[in-house]
Nanobody, 129 residues
Framework: QVQLMESGGGSVQPGGSLRLSCTASRYKMRYHCMGWFRQAAGKERELVATIAPGSGTTFYADSVKGRFTISQDNAENTLSLQMNSLEPEDTYMYYC??????????????????????WGQGTQVTVSS
């Protein structure tokens, strides 16, 4: 079955940077909407960013715009999230997500958790001094 696996989480001081990566098995990311979401204990999962297949169009939550960058390496079949200028408010479990629907080109991806079918196990990001 499809498996997504995140890596790169950890603890960092405010203002620092982290880079999250997501790898996939039995799944070609380049043909699917991909995204990063985050969730705190007892709260709903929320969008961080999405990237659309073919067009590469990205979409960001307002809270991370200008600080985070989602990218995809089709040759390596990996999804990344570069996180700069991290704030304590960015402390969450971060999840890689992929849609089941396969398409060569999409102008955009729906930025909701319900639009994604496959999820990684999550990687914790903690920002504190």
């Amino acid at each position: 079955q499809v498996q997504l696996m995140e890596s790169g989480g950890g603890s960092v001081q405010p203002g620092g940077s982290l880079r999250l990566s997501c790898t996939a098995s039995r799944y070609k990311m380049r043909y699917h909407c991909m995204g990063w979401f985050r969730q705190a204990a007892g709260k709903e999962r929320e969008l961080v960013a999405t990237i659309a297949p073919g067009s590469g169009t990205t979409f960001y939550a307002d809270s991370v715009k200008g600080r985070f960058t989602i990218s995809q390496d089709n040759a390596e079949n990996t999804l990344s999230l570069q996180m700069n200028s991290l704030e304590p408010e960015d402390t969450y479990m971060y999840y890689c997500a992929g849609a089941e629907f396969s398409i060569a080109y999409a102008a955009t991806c729906a930025p909701t958790p319900s639009s994604f079918d496959y999820w990684g196990q999550g990687t914790q990001v903690t920002v504190s001094s």
